[in-house]
T-cell receptor
Framework: SQQGEEDPQALSIQEGENATMNCSYK?????LQWYRQNSGRGLVHLIL?????REKHSGRLRVTLDTSKKSSSLLITASRAADTASYFC??????????????FGKGITLSVRP | SAVISQKPSRDICQRGTSLTIQCQVD?????MFWYRQQPGQSLTLIAT?????????ESGFVIDKFPISRPNLTFSTLTVSNMSPEDSSIYLC???????????FGSGTQLSVL
């Protein structure tokens, strides 16, 4: 069953602008992850944020997590044409064992216009 | 990190035939998973490939249709059996340390069934 729901479904911005994408989920989580998928390719892991963390940074990426609202946001600053891709959030349930599985959202299509 | 080689990258197959997809990881990993992704859609987990034992299938997927092997910690195969046009999809291999930590993905196999 789907856990994460991304918003918006599609986003089109100009190069240099910031892109903000949101993910909401329903049940308690151990961690939340963001992945990028370029057209026709596999997914690339971007960032993982744990339930006891509120914010993480990685280069031009900033991820926040609000467990009270069961939501996360991914901010890409100073976007580039190469950021054009689909972005997925994935959640891991609160109880984490060795066989814990990720549940992916439907994804956001980001287009960055040169 | 892990690098995953997946092949074939794409194939066009006839109805009723079978296709085996191979996934090779460049280092020993605890967990390997197989996902299916319909065009423009999210990822759906097919099964967890268990080393030396039968795979663990998700609801809606059965061993007769999607037999999986994992003879060692670095290699797995997924077979799509008795294919129909509904099996046309992207199939993705992924691997990771387990415990809900980040996953590494192969570049996917784009399957078209005529």
């Amino acid at each position: 069953s789907q856990q994460g729901e991304e918003d918006p479904q599609a986003l089109s911005i100009q190069e240099g602008e910031n892109a903000t994408m949101n993910c909401s989920y329903k049940t308690s989580i151990n961690n939340l992850q963001w992945y990028r998928q370029n057209s026709g390719r596999g997914l690339v892991h971007l960032i993982l944020i744990r339930s006891n963390e509120r914010e993480k940074h990685s280069g031009r990426l900033r991820v926040t997590l609000d467990t009270s609202k069961k939501s996360s946001s991914l901010l890409i600053t100073a976007s580039r044409a190469a950021d054009t891709a689909s972005y997925f959030c994935a959640t891991v349930p609160f109880y984490t064992g060795a066989n814990s599985k990720l549940t992916f959202g439907k994804g956001i299509t980001l287009s960055v216009r040169p | 990190s892990a690098v995953i080689s997946q092949k074939p990258s794409r194939d066009i197959c006839q109805r009723g035939t079978s296709l085996t997809i191979q996934c090779q990881v460049d280092s020993q990993v605890t967990m390997m998973f197989w996902y299916r992704q319909q065009p423009g859609q999210s990822l759906t987990l097919i099964a967890t490939a268990n080393q030396g034992s039968e795979a663990t299938y998700e609801s809606g997927f059965v061993i007769d249709k999607f037999p999986i092997s994992r003879p060692n910690l670095t290699f797995s195969t997924l077979t799509v059996s008795n294919m129909s046009p509904e099996d046309s999809s992207i199939y993705l291999c992924s691997a990771g340390p387990g415990g809900g930590e980040k996953l590494f993905f192969g570049s996917g196999t784009q399957l078209s069934v005529l």
